[in-house]
Structure formats: C-alpha cells, structure tokens
C-alpha cells in the first residue's frame, strides 16, 4: 500500500478520505497517514486522522508521499500546487469504485484528478489534471476538460463541449452540447450554458449570462 495524505481537511477533504476508503474496501491500495492544511493546527484529529502540518511540514516530509488536493476553487489549488515543492510528493488521480467509463481506451484522465462517486463519463472524452468532478456529474461523449476545471454535485455536461482551465461550475450546471466556457469563469448553481461563455466572469442564470467579469 501507498502513502497517501489529504491537502485540504475541510469538508471536501473529510469527503475524499471516504473516497480513499471506499477504493480500499474494493482493493487496498492507500495508507492514508493524515492531513495537511495551512489552516488547522498541527496534531488535531480529525475523522480519526491527525493534521500533519502545513506546506511547509509537506515540503519536509522525507517519504514518498501520495497528496491529494482536496481543494475546490481552481486558483487557490494552483496556488497551492506551486508551493509544494517536495520531489517525494506524487499526484495521484483518484477514481470512485461506482464511476462509470463508458469507453476507458477512449477517455484520457489526467493526473491529481478527483472523481467522486455515482459520476458517468462516456467516450471520447479529454480530462486535463487537477480536475474535480463532484459527486454524480454526468460528462458526454467529445468533451474537453481543461487543468483545474471544478464541477461541483450532479453538475451535467453534453457532449462536444470544451471547458478551459480554472473553470468552476457550482451544483446542477447544465451545460449544453457543442458549447464552451471561457478559462477561469465561474458558473453559479443551476444554470444553464446554452451558449458559449468568455473567459475570466461569472455568469449566472437560465439560460446562463455574464454579470460580472474580472481581470485575467
């Protein structure tokens, strides 16, 4: 079995170590051995596993070590990533028991990815790394998903859709076929994408429209 720690030991993280458990109850593969989060002080215990520190006590771990970045807003994770600088730390993808792959030699995953349980992924689907998809997500055929993407529960993607980097869709997206989303830009809970959005503004609605947009 393999070292493996949580970055993160908010909410999601306390979610991801029932992902870990649930991939061991199949076939044992990780050892988790703790958290890891700037924010929690060292030697709490938490869901029966203790915090081991901050970036600063990963970046001084001595073992080969397995993270997991329980992390949902894309440039936080990015930000985080950049300062781990260990060679000791891998990232793993992670991938519910319950997923469904339509098509696995024509589904690319990427690395550090986070797939929770009850989602389908068809064929012919590109998934960049780092990328969440929450629980129940639904990804069709010809879809593309860039680095750091977050689609957070029952969020659904048709298919021919491309989906840059750093984009965050909040619970019950829809995004329909043959469309895109711009890098960095932010859906809010159950909208609907029925046209292509641009990059860098949150965009809210049925069918979705940008409010506000932010600079690169």
Not at 15 to 35: C, K, M
Not at 52 to 71: M, Q, R, V
Not at 131 to 159: E, Q, R, W
């Given at each position: 079995?393999q070292?493996?720690?949580?970055?993160?030991a908010?909410g999601?993280?306390?979610?991801?170590?029932?992902?870990?458990?649930?991939?061991?109850?199949?076939?044992?593969?990780?050892n988790?051995?703790?958290f890891?989060?700037?924010?929690?002080?060292?030697?709490?215990?938490?869901?029966?596993?203790?915090?081991l520190?901050?970036?600063?006590?990963?970046?001084?771990?001595?073992?080969?070590?397995?993270?997991?970045?329980?992390?949902?807003?894309?440039?936080?994770?990015?930000?985080?990533?950049?300062?781990?600088t260990?060679?000791?730390?891998?990232?793993?993808t992670?991938?519910?028991?319950?997923?469904?792959i339509?098509?696995?030699?024509?589904?690319e995953?990427?690395?550090g990815?986070?797939?929770?349980?009850?989602n389908i992924?068809?064929?012919?689907?590109?998934?960049?790394?780092?990328?969440?998809?929450?629980?129940a997500?639904?990804?069709?055929?010809?879809?593309?998903?860039?680095?750091y993407?977050?689609?957070?529960?029952?969020?659904?993607?048709s298919?021919?859709?491309?989906?840059?980097?750093?984009?965050?869709?909040?619970?019950?997206?829809?995004?329909?076929?043959?469309?895109?989303?711009g890098?960095?830009?932010i859906?809010g809970?159950?909208?609907?994408?029925?046209k292509?959005?641009?990059?860098?503004?949150?965009?809210?609605?049925?069918?979705?429209?940008?409010?506000?947009?932010?600079?690169?």
């Amino acid at each position: 079995m393999q070292d493996i720690a949580i970055f993160g030991a908010g909410g999601f993280g306390r979610e991801i170590l029932t992902l870990i458990q649930d991939v061991n109850r199949v076939s044992p593969v990780w050892n988790v051995v703790g958290f890891f989060d700037d924010g929690y002080p060292k030697g709490e215990i938490i869901n029966g596993f203790e915090t081991l520190g901050t970036c600063e006590d990963l970046n001084a771990w001595e073992k080969p070590l397995a993270i997991t970045l329980a992390i949902g807003t894309p440039h936080i994770k990015k930000n985080i990533l950049s300062r781990i600088t260990n060679p000791r730390v891998s990232f793993p993808t992670l991938i519910h028991p319950s997923v469904l792959i339509g098509d696995r030699d024509f589904v690319e995953i990427g690395k550090g990815c986070i797939i929770c349980a009850a989602n389908i992924i068809t064929t012919n689907i590109e998934i960049g790394n780092f990328v969440i998809l929450n629980l129940a997500c639904t990804t069709g055929h010809d879809t593309v998903i860039k680095d750091y993407a977050a689609f957070m529960p029952t969020c659904n993607i048709s298919g021919e859709v491309v989906i840059e980097e750093g984009v965050y869709c909040g619970t019950g997206v829809k995004i329909i076929n043959r469309t895109s989303i711009g890098a960095n830009t932010i859906v809010g809970a159950g909208a609907v994408v029925a046209k292509p959005l641009p990059p860098n503004c949150t965009a809210v609605g049925v069918p979705a429209k940008p409010i506000k947009f932010r600079e690169a």
